[in-house]
């Protein structure tokens, strides 16, 4: 049975831009599952309190269609429509035990709720 190649596309930090502390915890938990060569997966779904939210996966790679976004020594994947969301958007990381975790800093919200975990565009 032979594998069929992914069909995606290379993107750029215009889309989406990882900055020092999100590359260095992301290439961490990489390593940990054993896929250094992996990717963090950003979507954006229906739901939150204010009716868009973050959803976000390690995976192995691109699926079909996905856009491939090399920056700061690690990969995001993003899906064509969470990409019409996130365009422009940082991602970082927090140690904070609160609010700890990823964080996208998304200039297309124009709502965003007060626990930073969803927003409307």
């Known amino acids: 049975m032979s594998v069929a190649a992914v069909n995606y596309k290379v993107g750029n930090e215009k889309l989406v831009r990882v900055l020092d502390a999100a590359s260095a915890h992301l290439r961490g938990l990489l390593e ?5 060569e992996g990717a963090l997966r ?35 994947v993003i899906d064509p429509k969470s990409a019409l969301f996130v365009s422009g958007s940082e991602l970082d990381w927090s140690d904070d035990l609160q609010q700890g975790g990823f964080k996208v800093s998304n200039p297309n919200a124009v709502v965003t709720c007060s626990c930073g975990e969803s927003f409307a565009a």
């Open 42 to 76: 950003i979507a954006v779904i229906g739901g939150g309190c204010s009716g868009l939210q973050y959803k976000m996966d390690l995976v192995d790679g691109p699926r079909d269609r996905d856009i491939l976004v090399p920056s700061n020594g690690v990969n995001v």
């Open 32 to 36: 940990k599952q054993g896929r250094p």
